[in-house]
T-cell receptor, first 114, second 116 residues
Framework: DQQVKQNSPSLSVQEGRISILNCDYTNSMFDYFLWYKKYPAEGPTFLISISSIKDKNEDGRFTVFLNKSAKHLSLHIVPSQPGDSAVYFC?????????????FGQGTTLQVKP | DTGVSQDPRHKITKRGQNVTFRCDPISEHNRLYWYRQTLGQGPEFLTYFQNEAQLEKSRLLSDRFSAERPKGSFSTLEIQRTEQGDSAMYLCATLTLAGLNTGELFFGEGSRLTVL
């Protein structure tokens, strides 16, 4: 049972445009959501997170939106840069805040073309 | 470089052999996690330690898997009698208690296991 789903395996955008990566979840007990980025031959690195009590969190070029009623979150990258090309994972945590025990989606490969 | 070191980076073994992976965390990080990632999937939680205490194990962690973190420092993950289905990337990650506010797990580069 895939509790966190990223239905788009890949996404290609032009440099300078907006990248929107989507993630759906099924477990209403999730109370914290995170995005990680992974380059080849490296471990995932943390990008941004959002608590379930918020609907938006912004950090520089990265903004995460949470729609609890739809059980959907998205990551917006504006403007996209070629260095953003990587695999992006959505993750969720249940319990009191972050426990480090995360449930990850399958990942979306983002390609930003110069 | 996140400071979490894993060794070896790649291990090729024959089915039925035992393998051990080591993780050296960032020294001041209290919590240490093991995840497994197979091709085309996101990382899956296996187990985690708070200092030397193993606090939780996933049902994915069969009896052939054992993890230790003696003295709350480095950790080892041993797989006995390996099977082809064990082929995966094994990721170690650490988290400070302060990181509980952000969810920032520091992952190592992983140990890739190939079981022939």
């Amino acid at each position: 049972d895939q509790q966190v789903k990223q239905n788009s395996p890949s996404l290609s955008v032009q440099e300078g445009r907006i990248s929107i990566l989507n993630c759906d979840y099924t477990n209403s007990m999730f109370d914290y959501f995170l995005w990680y980025k992974k380059y080849p031959a490296e471990g995932p690195t943390f990008l941004i997170s959002i608590s379930s009590i918020k609907d938006k969190n912004e950090d520089g070029r990265f903004t995460v939106f949470l729609n609890k009623s739809a059980k959907h979150l998205s990551l917006h990258i504006v403007p996209s840069q070629p260095g953003d090309s990587a695999v992006y994972f959505c993750a969720a945590s249940a319990g009191s805040g972050n426990t480090g025990k995360l449930i990850f989606g399958q990942g979306t490969t983002l390609q930003v073309k110069p | 470089d996140t400071g979490v070191s894993q060794d070896p980076r790649h291990k090729i073994t024959k089915r039925g052999q035992n393998v051990t992976f080591r993780c050296d965390p960032i020294s001041e990080h209290n919590r240490l996690y093991w995840y497994r990632q197979t091709l085309g999937q996101g990382p899956e939680f296996l187990t985690y330690f708070q200092n030397e205490a193993q606090l939780e194990k996933s049902r994915l962690l069969s009896d052939r898997f054992s993890a230790e973190r003696p003295k709350g420092s480095f950790s080892t993950l041993e797989i006995q009698r390996t099977e082809q289905g064990d082929s995966a990337m094994y990721l170690c990650a650490t988290l400070t208690l302060a990181g509980l506010n952000t969810g920032e797990l520091f992952f190592g580069e992983g140990s890739r296991l190939t079981v022939l």
